[in-house]
């Protein structure tokens, strides 16, 4: 049988991995010039590694990207760093990602360390999410953690994560983190551009087309049960089934034809776009060697998140220079999707000295932007009811999207996760046709 995939991001090459070891033919299209989706990443000259358009991680608990890769016998190349994450408390930064550090954060007071721990012990390890989603955090959070511990550590997270839309997120989403996250992040050696391209070279080498600088413009029902592709040109393609891994919106767009019920499901979902901008420093910004810093929006910083990527890995990697974050999630019609990258470098310079008060612009040896407007689903109270079907109502079509993880939150791990669940939906859908 003949299959497409559309995307070429680490889930649409995961289906097509399972696709390919069943015996069939596979072809993946795929818009961008490269392989690899949201994780893919670009190297300047000089680097050795790679560096991700948006700050990527493996989680030590990722089962199912773990597993792939050692099904793709790539596990030796997977390095697991335990970097310094640090929260903003009353002008300052403080590690809050051990036991340890909550007993000496300034922000807890003993009743609050036992309360923390006491809730957080629950949700990881005895709560089910199905009753949480039926409250939102911000209600569910505010009682079971106190007003203090919820206006010092989640209010913020909740806030800069999803804006005006954050008193309506349900507490499954939260639940999600504290069940499956651990404080060692991984990697793959050479950046996740490198995982991409060496899965994609597999792929290729079992027999997998993929189609790069290639759009669809539209899917459609064919004959025999089979789905038409129109790519560029008028140019028509047909295939025995389709599995779709971009967002709904866009899903939306490509298979007009779907019954209006699914379209108006698909378009009904809220998410939150992401902007990163990407620097090459001259100079290492945290002299403490932070990782990851949290910040709230009330403490007047124009982001959510400064990442500094080479307190994860050494500087060494990408010729000395020392790689910093500045990303936000926002809504796709803030400005911030508009400005220039030297009109956001201008809002965004002068807060650095607040990490380093050494800092000056002259540090700054190269920038880059990177902008999507379908980043992070928005959970509100009983998501669960509004998943979008894998199995389309168009005969042959599927779709598997990080708007369908629910409860767990995006990620490459659960990328995986769905389109292998499509991927096995869908063999099993072709056997019984034949």
Not at 72 to 88: E, H
Not at 188 to 214: C, M, P, W, Y
Request: glycine share 8%; with cysteine; aromatic share 14%.
């Amino acid at each position: 049988m003949r299959i497409a995939v559309i995307g070429a991001g680490i889930g649409g090459m995961s289906a097509a991995f399972d696709f390919i070891n069943a015996g069939h033919q596979v072809v993946i299209y795929e818009s961008a010039p490269y392989v690899g989706g949201l994780a893919a990443g670009f190297k300047d000259e000089g680097w050795e590694w790679s560096v991700e358009h948006f700050y990527h991680h493996w989680f030590q608990s990722d089962r199912d990207m773990l597993g792939l890769i050692r099904e793709l016998g790539l596990q030796d190349k997977v390095v697991f760093p335990r970097p310094k994450t640090v929260v903003y408390y009353k002008e300052k930064f403080y590690p809050l990602d051990s036991p340890l550090a909550a007993l000496t954060f300034p922000g807890f007071t003993l009743p609050d360390m036992i309360r923390f721990g006491l809730v957080t012990a629950y949700l990881r390890y005895l709560a089910d999410w199905k009753p949480l989603e039926k409250v939102t955090a911000d209600e569910w959070m505010r009682k079971a953690y106190g007003e203090r511990l919820y206006s010092v550590l989640f209010e913020p997270l909740l806030q800069g994560k999803f804006g005006q839309h954050y008193k309506s997120v349900n507490m499954a989403w939260f639940w999600a983190r504290f069940k499956v996250r651990t404080t060692r992040l991984g990697t793959f050696q050479g950046g996740f551009q490198a995982f991409s391209d060496t899965f994609a070279e597999i792929l290729r080498k079992r027999g997998v087309e993929i189609h790069l600088n290639t759009p669809v413009e539209r899917i459609e029902s064919g004959t025999n049960g089979q789905v038409n592709i129109l790519l560029k040109e008028g140019e028509q393609v047909s295939f025995d089934q389709c599995l779709v891994t971009v967002g709904p919106g866009l899903l939306a767009k490509l298979a007009p034809g779907l019954p209006e019920d699914y379209l108006r499901g698909l378009l009904t979902l809220k998410s939150m776009g992401a902007v990163v901008m990407v620097l090459a420093l001259r100079h290492p910004l945290s002299e403490e060697g932070y990782y990851w810093f949290n910040i709230p929006k009330s403490a007047g910083y124009p982001f959510l998140a400064l990442v500094e990527h080479t307190n994860f890995l050494p500087s060494r990697y990408f010729g000395g220079d020392h790689i910093v974050y500045i990303g936000d999630y926002l809504d796709a019609d803030h400005e911030h999707f508009r400005l220039s990258k030297e009109e956001l470098l201008e809002r965004f310079l002068p807060v650095l000295p607040r990490f380093n008060p050494r800092f000056e612009p002259g540090w700054v040896r190269k920038t880059w932007l990177f902008r999507t407007t379908y980043a992070q689903p928005v959970p509100l109270v009983n998501h669960s009811q509004n998943i979008p079907a894998i199995r389309t109502p168009l005969p042959g079509l599927y779709f598997a999207s990080m708007s369908q993880v629910y409860p767990w939150d995006r990620g490459t791990n659960f990328a995986v996760q769905i389109a292998r669940r499509a991927a096995k939906m869908m063999l099993e859908d072709l056997t019984k046709r034949n």
